[in-house]
C-alpha cells in the first residue's frame, strides 16, 4: 500500500482586475466586513479606485492565497521599503474551509520572508476580534502593544493589539492542519 506524503498546494499570487469582484464580495461580507477598521459596504467604482491606486505603488504587494488552485484569501503586505519591515492584512473567504486561515498565514509569511525578503511582518487587530488575536498568535506573532481606545467604530472607541513576527522567529513547515 503505498501512502502518499503530504504536499503543500498552497500559493500566493499577485491580485489582478479579474481578482476585484470576488474579493469585494469577501470583503464586503458582513463576517469580514465587520472587523475592519472601515465597515461600510464598498462599491465597485470605489474598490477599482482602491485597487489601482494601491497596486501601482512598488510599496504594497495585493496578494490571493489558493488552495487546490482556488482563491480562498486576500493578503496585503503594506508599506515595504528598504527597512524590510512591512504591516500586512489579510482575510478569507467567508465559505473558505476550515484550516484556510493556517494555510493563507503559512503561504503568504513564505512569500514575505523568502520572496520580499521582510525582516518583520507587523499586524493589528481589534480587541474584540478574538479569530484575528488568536490567528496571531497561532502563526508565531508576538503581541507588542496595546493602541488604547485607538480605533471609534461609530459608536465607542475600541483598542487596537499590535503584533509582530520577526524572520528568525518565523517557522515555515508544512505539516498537515
Not at 461580507?29 to 465587520?34: A, K, L, T, Y
Not at 512598488?58 to 515595504?80: A, R, T
Request: charged content about 20%; aromatic content about 12%; proline content about 2%.
Amino acid at each position: 500500500m503505498n501512502k502518499s506524503k503530504n504536499i503543500c498546494t498552497e500559493n500566493i499570487r499577485i491580485m489582478t482586475h479579474d481578482d476585484l469582484d470576488l474579493v469585494r464580495c469577501w470583503r464586503n461580507h458582513e463576517s469580514v466586513r465587520s472587523y475592519m477598521y472601515t465597515n461600510q459596504i464598498i462599491n465597485k467604482e470605489k474598490h477599482l479606485i482602491w485597487f489601482e491606486k494601491t497596486s501601482g505603488s512598488q510599496f504594497n504587494h495585493l496578494l490571493i492565497f489558493e488552495y487546490n488552485q482556488i482563491p480562498l484569501g486576500f493578503v496585503n503586505f503594506s508599506n515595504v521599503r528598504r527597512s524590510a519591515v512591512a504591516e500586512w492584512g489579510f482575510y478569507t473567504s467567508p465559505d473558505a474551509p476550515r484550516g484556510a486561515g493556517r494555510r493563507l498565514s503559512r503561504a503568504a509569511l513564505r512569500y514575505a520572508f523568502e520572496q520580499l525578503k521582510l525582516h518583520k511582518v507587523s499586524g493589528q487587530a481589534l480587541a474584540n476580534n478574538e479569530a484575528s488575536i488568536k490567528f496571531h498568535l497561532n502563526a508565531g506573532f508576538k503581541q507588542e502593544g496595546i493602541l488604547r481606545d485607538q480605533h471609534f467604530n461609530g459608536s465607542c472607541y475600541q483598542d487596537v493589539l499590535c503584533f509582530g513576527l520577526l524572520a528568525g522567529e518565523w517557522q515555515p513547515d508544512c505539516g498537515e492542519i
